[in-house]
Each structure stands twice: as C-alpha cells, then as structure tokens.
C-alpha cells in the first residue's frame, strides 16, 4: 500500500508540471518568493498554500496538498 501511494504522490507532481509547466524546484523558489517558506522551512499554514496554488495555478485541493507535502518536506519528488 505504501508503495502505490507514493507511486501516485510522483504521478501527482507529473501531472501537476505537465499542467503547469512547474517543477517542484520552481515551487520552492515561488513558495520562498512568497514568503511560504525562509530558507527553505515552511512558515505558512496548509490554507494558504492550497490558496494560492488553486487560485494562481488552477490545482484541485488533492494536487495543491502534493505541493503543500513537498514543502513542508513530508514527501520528496521521489516520494519517500
């Protein structure tokens, strides 16, 4: 089971650079321009985040929360 949910948390972020055009390296450095994170440490709450990636770039909440995860280093690009 774990297996398949971090084969899906990739298929989610290749899903979401295919919507976007953004890598998970490019939504760090937005995320940090936007003052989300400092130094690579996430300051936001989850809220925020999902906001501003379903307001800016049209994510549904699921593929928000993906980013959200690799922000706060819950999961890496690689999902683990």
């Known amino acids: ?6 084969i899906t948390y990739v298929i989610y972020l290749d899903n979401i650079q295919a ?3 953004k890598s998970p390296a490019d939504f760090r450095e937005m995320a940090e321009e936007k003052g989300f994170t ?5 300051k936001a709450k989850a809220g ?9 770039f049209d994510l549904g909440h699921g593929h928000a929360m993906s ?10 690009e690689d999902g683990k």
């Not at 400092?38 to 996430?42: A, D, H, R, S």
């Not at 980013?67 to 890496?76: C, D, E, Q, R, S």
């Open 1 to 6: 089971m774990i297996g398949q949910l971090n």
């Open 19 to 21: 919507k976007t055009g």
């Open 38 to 42: 400092q130094n690579g440490e996430l």
């Open 48 to 56: 925020d985040v999902t906001k501003w990636l379903k307001d800016d």
């Open 67 to 76: 980013i959200y995860a690799l922000l706060k280093g819950i999961k890496k």
